[in-house]
């Protein structure tokens, strides 16, 4: 069977791109594929991407889908689809109408409660690159920090005092942090807990995250962070919750969080017992995995 060839449009945003990425690799783990990528960030304008991502795609073997995430690649999405007659994915909920996509895969607490019509698929939580957990040991601790949002404020001195009471139970530690954590942060940590070490996330690379998840039996991620919530989900780990202050509790973030927890795929931090550890969730997610399948299903001729 030749190599199914997938085009990923991408917006320049990490956050955006890795999950196109994931959902091609995840396809990858089911048959062979040759995926290329047309970046379409720092272009101004549909008309200025649409001209480029045609132009670059053009230099490419013709596409058998087409993936994209972000408002921005939207329209030069569905132009090249229907100008290549080629099916086409839309990651997260599109500013267009979802119709005129082929597949919408759009996380459940973006959707209204009313039934989604047959091209949207729900799905728990944004897709990620995290591959299969293996059956291999899983000795260490893996602590993940968000930062401020519009839906979380940050306490510092709280979220210390709870990693300082996690690691004090021993263990290998790693901690990392994001673009959005305020600076010092991590260093604090990596000074009161000597267990811990530190690896600022502007000095570690795309495949850091999902080989240390793959590596940890617990991940204790700050309540913000919902994008590491779930991939830390989709490895296998134990996932625990670090307080921060949710400044919207009736919001959609705080619901989706709510649920997780209400269901047992994490605990918070004031749930937990040290003596019983974090609980195991009910099952592993593998929603890159089950879209890949559906993807197949009903998009690629056989």
Known sequence: MKPLVIQILGDGKPGHENQSHGLAEAIGRTRKVQVTMVSLGGEKGAISRFRKAW??????????????????????????????????????????????????????????????????????????????????????????????????????????????????????????????????????????????????????????????????????VTEDSVSMIYEALSSGAKVGLLPVPSLKKGGRVARGIARLAAEGFVTRFTDWLPQFGLASPPRVLREADRCAEIVLERLIRR
């Open 55 to 220: 132009r670059e795609s053009s230099a490419h073997p013709r596409p058998d889908l087409l993936i994209g995430a972000g408002h921005a690649v939207h329209p030069s999405l569905l132009a090249l689809a229907r100008r290549t007659n080629t099916p086409c994915v839309v990651l997260m909920k599109p500013t267009l109408p979802t119709a005129l996509f082929d597949l919408c895969l759009i996380p459940e607490h973006d959707l209204r409660k009313s039934t989604p019509p047959e091209n949207v698929i729900p799905t728990l939580g944004a897709l990620n690159r995290v591959p299969p957990p293996d059956t291999g040991p899983r000795k260490r601790g893996l602590i993940l920090l968000g930062g401020p949002s519009s839906s979380h404020g940050w306490d510092e001195d709280a979220l210390i005092d709870a990693v300082k009471r996690i690691v004090s139970n021993g263990g290998t530690w790693s901690a990392t942090d994001s673009r959005r954590s305020p600076e010092g942060t991590l260093d604090v940590l990596a000074e009161v807990a000597p267990g811990i070490s530190p690896y600022p996330h502007g000095e570690t690379g795309p495949g850091w995250l999902p080989q240390r998840l793959a590596e940890s039996a617990e991940a204790w």
